[in-house]
């Protein structure tokens, strides 16, 4: 069964990492999501992953009235958006689970105050219309 592990944050975050984290703790970082994916890699779980551009390149697309109405990001219902996912294929819900722990608990700057916990989400992805359980 193949699972979305999707990483939410804020441009706020995103900001953060680029301007007031250490070069030192920049490289934990890529470290630690290089190991995380080549682990995946290795251990034949792997399917994708990708890391999205800022929030503030984000656009929300809607209609009014048959129009389409373009909203640039950040939104102003949520700070948080959807920052990077991987997709993995494992023999179970507990598997990704235990995977996606692994993922939050990414390194930051000892002191940082983040505001919140770290988090991931999880989602089975559908492979057909009936796996929707709709």
């Not at 999707?6 to 995103?14: E, I, K, P, R, V």
């Not at 251990?43 to 984000?58: C, K, R």
């Not at 948080?80 to 930051?108: H, M, N």
């Amino acid at each position: 069964m193949k699972y979305m592990i999707m990483m939410f944050g804020s441009q706020q975050d995103l900001e953060s990492i680029g301007g007031k984290w250490s070069a030192e703790d920049v490289t934990a970082l890529h470290e630690f999501m290089g190991k995380w994916n080549n682990d995946l890699v290795e251990s034949g779980e792997f399917v994708d992953a990708q890391g999205l551009s800022q929030p503030a390149h984000a656009r929300r697309i809607s209609l009014r009235d048959g129009a389409p109405v373009v909203t640039d990001g950040p939104y102003a219902e949520t700070q948080e958006v959807l920052v990077g996912y991987t997709t993995v294929d494992c023999a179970s819900y507990d598997r990704a689970t235990e995977i996606a722990a692994k993922l939050a608990d990414t390194p930051y700057p000892e002191g940082t105050d983040l505001g919140r916990d770290w988090y991931v989400d999880i989602r089975p992805c559908a492979d057909s219309f009936e796996e929707l359980e709709l």
